[in-house]
């Protein structure tokens, strides 16, 4: 029986590729909130973003 007919082998292979699609989704999820914030911040003045720091 070849090594990828194996049920756990399978099982294993299924996880791995959830594991890594859940990875991929939270780096672009991450890449995309920290664009829209650099284009929140280059919308405010200095005063602004020192009063969003201050809260």
Do not use: C, F, H
């Amino acid at each position: 029986m070849p090594i990828t007919d194996d049920p756990i082998t399978q099982a294993q292979l299924r996880k791995l590729n959830a594991e890594a699609t859940l990875a991929e989704s939270r780096t672009n999820e991450s890449q995309d909130k920290s664009g829209r914030m650099r284009k929140l911040i280059s919308k405010k003045s200095d005063k602004q973003l020192e009063e969003m720091i201050d809260t």
